[in-house]
């Protein structure tokens, strides 16, 4: 039991990232149904800008905060102008093939760029160090990690369900010719959806070169086929079940490989397919409902 | 007459991408009037809707707002000018419950008592809404989300109206109900630009009206003068001609 509640509690964070992430992810995929796979391109810029700030420069870490939201707001602004608006309202394949230009793009250059190493990233000592529960470990950044992470998805779900752009972001989502004519600039919303889930991956990549302790520049692939699948389980659209999913897949993942025979460790990547098939051919709507929720 | 038109339509050419729905469309709403457009099936009145709001490609002509051009306006400014609508079908946001429907519908209003205070109204004027305004409004009945659609419209405090088919598949003492609400919004100084299909009860509660055959207009006069005409009789009562 105990081995079962540490595998949980050690997979938190992973799964706290996954669970930003698809939030982020599946905001821009319920409004103008974009299956953005320049979402891990948007996280690796903040990745980026705050190992800069933090590593490089050595700067303070609330400016290493600062960093990753403005590298992912910025980069995310940038792909949505060049990739997004000149093909709005063009339908989900024309999109989906145009993110995935943006992504390779952005990518590659920074691949050319700064190559693809591993980076250490630096982070305070106050996140260093482990607490202790009866027999259980955690460590302080994970800990950390989890709480940021709840305190989040609380703001955004308020934000999502109570305030009239939260409202305005849902109703275009459903039918946004109507959304229009009741007096909804739908492009301004749009545009504050993608700043929104742009600053989201971007504390998302601050939160993974914390737990991970290092970045690349390719390091947006992997994230963004869980968050993309993430998304697809807890409903196109629905935030709250884009974080119990990221969760979902991230301690199941997990768990997944704690119990599988140490030689098939390797398999630990498919786990989230498998869940991805088993929901698709059984509830292909996804655990919640669709549409922003 | 000298006084400036609420709303002004002049010579509209308008339709989707090369095919011209409408054709020559002029039509006056002035302040405190319900006009209504008559016509069977397919002659154009919602594309005229949608034309005053932006969503069809308008070719040629003129649109009014108190006087101002608004012509080229985008469908959220011309919302923002005090023109309200309630499109055939609902088109309500099925994803929301009730009462955000009905919060998005006040998406302009800038003071929350102004919300408060309409939200009331809108709850008075339809008091089942009041009780369902938790629920999911995909669940609603299909009564119930003409209501809510109405209500919509009226929470962004408008001064004009247009209304299509609010009564389109409703129950009749429903459609008697929504006769009596319009009524009562008109009295409370909006204006309504109205297609209805039921065109004793649109005639009963309009003060002008425009008949439409093929995308133009082929007849307006008065509402209690359109009652007595034929050609008006014959679109709507199934009255041939001998």
Known sequence: ?293 | MSTVPLLELKGVVAGYGKMDVINDISIRVNQGEVVTLLGSNGVGKSTTLRTILAQTDLKKGEIKYNGENVTNFPTYRIAALGISYCPEGREIFSNLTTKENLQAGAYLLKSREELEKNLDRVYSLFPILKERSNQIAESLSGGEQEMLAIGRSLMSSPNLMLLDEPSLGLAPQLVELIGTTLREINKAGVSILLIEQNAKLALEISNYGYLMRKGTIVLEGKAKDLVTDERVKEIYLGIVKV
């Not at chain 1, 739908?186 to 545009?191: A, G, L, Q, R, Y």
């Not at chain 1, 993974?208 to 699948?229: D, H, P, T, Y």
């Not at chain 1, 969760?247 to 786990?271: K, M, N, Q, S, W």
């Open chain 1, 1 to 293: 039991m105990n081995y079962f509640l540490q595998q949980v509690i050690n997979a938190l964070g992973w799964g706290s990232i996954l669970a930003i992430l698809a939030a982020g992810y599946t905001m821009t995929f319920g409004i103008i149904g974009l299956v953005n796979f320049a979402h891990g391109e948007v996280f690796m810029a903040g990745a980026f800008a705050a190992y800069f700030i933090l590593t490089v420069f050595e700067l303070p870490f609330w400016l290493g905060v600062i960093a990753c939201l403005a590298g992912s707001v910025i980069i995310g602004l940038i792909i949505e102008r060049i990739a997004f608006k000149p093909v709005r309202g063009a339908g989900l394949i024309t999109l989906f093939i145009t993110s995935l230009g943006a992504s390779i793009a952005v990518r590659n250059s920074t691949v050319i760029a700064f190559s693809d190493r591993l980076r250490s990233f630096v982070f305070p000592e106050f996140l260093k160090g482990i607490y202790q529960f009866g027999g259980l470990m955690i460590q302080k950044k994970v800990l950390v990690i989890f709480l940021v992470t709840v305190a989040i998805c609380a703001v955004l779900l308020y934000l999502v369900k109570k305030t009239k752009v939260g409202i305005a972001m849902r109703s275009i989502s459903y039918n946004s010719r109507m959304a229009e004519s009741l007096g909804i600039n739908s492009e301004k919303i749009i545009i504050i959806t993608f700043i929104i889930s742009s600053a989201l991956a971007g504390i998302a990549a601050l939160l993974w070169g914390v737990l991970f302790g290092s970045i690349q520049a390719s390091m947006g692939a992997l994230a963004v086929v869980n968050a993309f699948i993430a998304c697809v389980v807890g409903g196109v659209g629905n935030v709250f079940g884009a974080m119990v999913s990221g969760y979902i897949l991230g301690v199941g993942g997990a768990l997944f490989i704690a119990f599988l025979p140490p030689d098939l460790v390797g398999l630990r990547p498919l786990f989230v397919w498998i869940v991805f098939f088993i929901l698709l051919i059984l509830k292909p709507s996804g655990l919640f409902r669709a549409n922003i929720r």
